[in-house]
């Protein structure tokens, strides 16, 4: 099956850091999700990117849909204490039977020092 | 607009005892999911379903059991609890059309001693 590769694993930063993870995937996706968890919650969609090179803002948010549509980046500008938790890429591939099911990284912690 | 619901939040359970993880949504989405979420691991499809009536395996359907009798409502069954269930469980839910995300419940944390 398909496998993503999410790094880094945990990030430890300063308050007004900027902050990049990223993911690649070892076959082809044709949307890439990035979502985060707080604490005791369910993951919540930050970024959606449903064109190969698309790059979407959502506030201090930036992600892009790599050109090889087997990888994806997340930039975090200004980091402030509230982006704290664990942030995982998915990717969705839309073929056929299966467009329905999502492929999610392992997550990435993010700590933020005030 | 409650979105994804989720209940209960918290279980424990003792092995070999049998529960419902109860999930419902009020956005009127086709598609419905459950995952199962451990430590450093991502979340694993476990079932899905595509609409009423209509449910299939995931990633990890073994010890678990669905059933789709109407569009808001996906429960999810353990059986014969065992310590390997011991995670926290997340509901999701989507439009039909392949380019609408999922939105997740807030998750029930189940353990099995």
């Known amino acids: 099956g398909q496998q993503l590769n999410q790094s880094p694993q945990s990030m430890f930063i300063q308050e007004g850091e900027d902050v990049s993870m990223n993911c690649t995937s070892s076959?082809?996706?044709?949307?890439w999700l990035w979502y985060k968890q707080d604490p005791g919650e369910g993951p919540v969609l930050l970024i959606a990117?449903?064109?190969?090179?698309e790059l979407t803002s959502n506030g201090r948010l930036t992600a892009q849909f790599g050109i090889t549509r087997k990888d994806s980046f997340l930039n975090i500008s200004a980091s402030i204490p509230s982006d704290v938790g664990i942030y995982f890429c998915?990717?969705?591939?839309?073929?056929?039977?299966?467009?329905?099911?999502?492929?999610f990284g392992k997550g990435t912690l993010l700590t933020v020092n005030p | 607009n409650a979105g994804v619901t989720q209940t209960p939040k918290f279980r424990i359970l003792k092995i070999g005892q049998s529960m419902t993880l109860q999930c419902t949504q009020d956005?009127?989405?086709?598609?419905m999911y459950w995952y199962r979420q451990d430590p450093g691991m991502g979340l694993k499809l476990i079932y899905y379903?595509?609409?009423?009536?209509?449910?299939d395996k995931g990633e990890v359907p073994n010890g678990y059991n669905v059933s789709r009798s109407t569009t808001e409502d996906f429960p999810l069954r353990l059986e014969l609890a065992a310590p390997s269930q011991t995670s926290v469980y997340f509901c999701?839910?989507?439009?039909?059309?392949?380019?609408?995300?999922?939105?997740f419940g807030d998750g029930t944390r189940l353990s099995i001693l």
């Open positions: 999701a839910s989507s439009y039909r059309q392949s380019n609408q995300p999922q939105h």
């Open positions: 076959s082809i996706f044709n949307t």
């Open positions: 990117l449903y064109k190969a090179g």
């Open positions: 998915a990717g969705q591939l839309n073929s056929g039977g299966s467009n329905y099911k999502l492929t």
């Open positions: 956005m009127n989405h086709n598609y």
């Open positions: 379903s595509v609409g009423a009536g209509i449910t």
